[in-house]
């Protein structure tokens, strides 16, 4: 959907289908055919997935649900970090963070320029090998510190008897 967005605004600027085509690197019938979408069904037509296009499912509905869920509550802060490692390695060409601020102006610089030709992050790990990653984490610290993977109680709550 990002690609027929970028087609149409090209040629909203006047690009031709062979300019726009070599400069979004695919084929000049896409370009052709999302223009002509555009211009016959207007925007709506955009954002449309023709019946039996696109990847199949390899997951029903509720399976997919629940690794979205999972993934969210547990490898969020992944997802971030390795935005963040993006950032840094662009920013790591030119220099080093020394402030707070030094950071925020970074990222405020490289917001715009990662919109406009965001690299999209593939999940590669399927939650089999990440439960089994985390089983391996767990061992491993329970060898360095047994008892340290075990829920910790909660100390000093007071209970109604008390």
């Known amino acids: 959907m990002a690609l027929r967005r970028r087609i149409v605004l090209a040629a909203a600027a006047g690009q031709s ?85 030094d950071l925020e102006n970074a990222v405020q610089e490289f917001l715009p320029a990662w919109n406009e030709n965001p690299k999209p992050f593939v999940w590669m790990a399927t939650v089999a090998s990440i439960q089994e990653k985390l089983s391996r984490c767990r061992q491993t610290l329970e060898q360095i510190q047994p008892g340290c993977t075990q829920p910790r109680s909660r100390r000093g709550k007071k209970t109604l008897s008390s």
Do not use: C, M
């Not at 370009?31 to 499912?57: I, N």
């Open 17 to 101: 289908d062979s300019a726009i085509a070599q400069q979004l690197e695919i084929n000049r019938k896409t370009v052709d055919l999302w223009r002509t979408r555009f211009s016959e069904q207007g925007l709506e037509t955009l954002w449309e997935v023709a019946p039996g296009r696109g990847r199949k499912p390899i997951y029903g509905p509720e399976r997919s649900h629940a690794i979205l869920d999972a993934t969210l509550q547990t490898n969020w802060p992944n997802l971030v970090g390795r935005w963040l490692a993006e950032l840094t390695s662009e920013r790591a060409r030119h220099g080093s963070f020394v402030s707070v601020e």
